[in-house]
Structures are given as structure tokens and as C-alpha cells.
């Protein structure tokens, strides 16, 4: 993938078959409509960079799409972009294992003058830059999705639809970044199947 299809269509968002935020995700799905395995990665809170690495056995690697400035365009983005201060980056990623498999696909929000500080190597994972730093952060997350995206179906060279979340990193009390992920379903080589019962529809 070039870097000129990113810029020409933006950022690649789920179209949502189902939907569930904040309350949803603080009392967990019941396990016949999303298996546990997949509960801890998409509503826990740990690191999924790690959590990759740890299913596959296999160093998690980025490859950067794109980073260009949005200013204070709200970008298509889910809601809590607005508690970000403007202007802002936007920054795309795969990750993908070392091996070069596509695991998740990534969009995250800056604000501008923080990319620096924070984003220092463009080309590691968030997690890695942050944690190398010892930044102290908490993350939030406020949405989860399962939808579908043609552009994904292609990218991962899975069919659709897919689970994906949103959430922010918080860090001395302000928002750091807002980062929207979306899940191949080659992770149910490791995971199992994502529902026991029929997904949703």
C-alpha cells in the first residue's frame, strides 16, 4: 500500500453493524456474543502492541502509513477527538509481526505540538515510545465497533466484518491521543472465534 491512497481517502474507519460504548465496556459482553479471549483484547486495558506479541510469538512491528496535519478538522473521528487541543496530526499505521503478517490496522490524533515530544521514533509502536519514556498513562477506552470496510477486507486479505475499538491515553490528567484500531481475523488463529453464538446482524 502506497502512502498516496491514504492521503486521497482519509483514514479507514468500520461502518458499524454493531456498536457499543462506555457503559457496554465497563461490564463486559456476554461471552456468547464476544469470547472472552477477545474481550481481553479489545475491552482491556493493557497495551494490545504486547498483548500481539505475546499471541504470536513474534516481535510486533509498525509500518507507517501516513502522519499529516489535520489542524482542527474533526477528521471523521470518533467523538473524543474534541477533547484534544488543536491543531492535530494524524498518524496511520499496520502492525504487523516481524515476519510481516497484518495483525491490526491503526489511525491515531495528536495535538501538534505534542507529536514531538512523544513520537520521537515515527516508525515503533505508540506503546514502545511511551513506555521507553516511563510516561504514566492511563487508557480509556469509549467505543468498541463491529462492522465492515472493503479497504480492510482487502488490506488484511480476510473477509469482513471486524471487531475494531477507540479509546483515549490519558496522561497528568489531559488527554495524549485518541487511537481508533481494527483487528484482523487472523488473530483467531490464536484467540479462537470471536462469538460462540452468531455474531451481530
Known amino acids: 500500500m502506497t502512502a498516496k491512497i491514504f492521503q486521497d481517502t482519509g483514514w479507514h474507519y468500520l461502518t458499524p ?9 465497563q461490564q463486559g459482553l456476554p461471552h456468547n456474543k464476544l469470547a472472552p479471549t477477545w474481550q481481553i483484547l479489545l475491552l482491556g486495558d493493557g497495551s494490545p502492541t504486547r498483548h500481539l506479541q505475546l499471541l504470536t510469538g513474534e516481535r510486533t512491528e509498525v509500518d ?13 473521528a470518533p467523538e473524543a477527538i474534541q477533547l484534544l487541543p488543536g491543531p492535530r496530526v494524524r498518524r496511520q499505521v499496520w502492525l504487523r509481526t516481524a515476519s510481516g ?12 505540538n505534542y507529536v514531538d515530544k512523544h513520537l ?8 514502545s515510545s511511551l513506555s521507553g519514556r516511563r510516561t504514566e498513562l492511563y487508557r480509556e477506552i469509549w467505543g468498541i465497533h463491529y ?10 486479505n480476510h473477509t469482513g466484518a471486524f471487531w475494531g475499538r477507540y479509546y483515549l491515553f490519558w496522561h497528568q490528567g489531559k488527554p495524549l491521543t485518541l487511537i481508533y484500531e481494527v483487528f484482523s481475523p487472523y488473530l483467531k ?7 460462540i453464538a452468531s455474531p451481530y446482524i
Open 120 to 127: 520521537q521514533n515515527r516508525k515503533i509502536p505508540i506503546w
Open 17 to 25: 453493524i454493531w456498536q457499543g460504548e462506555r457503559e457496554i465496556i
Open 64 to 76: 507507517l502509513i501516513e502522519m499529516s496535519n489535520v489542524g482542527m478538522d474533526l477528521d471523521n
Open 147 to 156: 462492522g465492515k470496510s472493503a479497504f480492510l477486507e482487502s488490506a488484511f
Open 101 to 112: 503478517q497484518r495483525l491490526a490496522y491503526a489511525t491515531s490524533w495528536w495535538p501538534a
Open 189 to 195: 488463529k490464536y484467540l479462537g472465534s470471536e462469538s
